[in-house]
């Protein structure tokens, strides 16, 4: 039963930092795509970054040169460094993953965690 958990949410002020971490249970990070969406109040889901299975990552162009997308394979853990925080990052944000070598197409995240909210003020 794969389960995708993630921390390291929380509340800071504009220009601060956090990094997000999401453990794998039953899942090997290192055969899939995995990646951060996120949904803030009253919009739809957007994709924030990916990493494939090669750890290529992609993100979104308003995170470009702020975040950063890596991976701990021998751990099972996904992560993502927040930089330059601003208040329109304001969202939950979830954890998910593909099954074992299926590309990094939105529409192949199967798996998702629970989400962990970071307010931006």
């Known amino acids: 039963h794969v389960q995708l958990v993630e921390s390291g949410g929380g509340s800071v002020q504009a220009g601060g930092s956090l990094r997000l971490s999401c453990e794998s249970i039953e899942y090997d990070n290192s055969r899939s795509c995995m990646g951060w969406f996120r949904q803030a109040a009253d919009k739809e889901r957007e994709a924030v970054a990916t990493?494939?299975?090669?750890?290529?990552?992609t993100y979104a162009d308003r995170v470009k040169g702020r975040f950063t997308i890596s991976k701990d394979n021998a751990k099972n853990t996904l992560y993502i460094q927040m930089n330059s925080l601003k208040p329109e990052d304001t969202a939950m944000h979830y954890c998910a993953a593909t099954d074992p070598s299926r590309g990094c197409y939105v529409t192949n995240f199967r798996y998702w965690g629970q989400g962990t909210q970071v307010t931006v003020s």
């Open positions: 990493i494939g299975s090669f750890g290529t990552p």
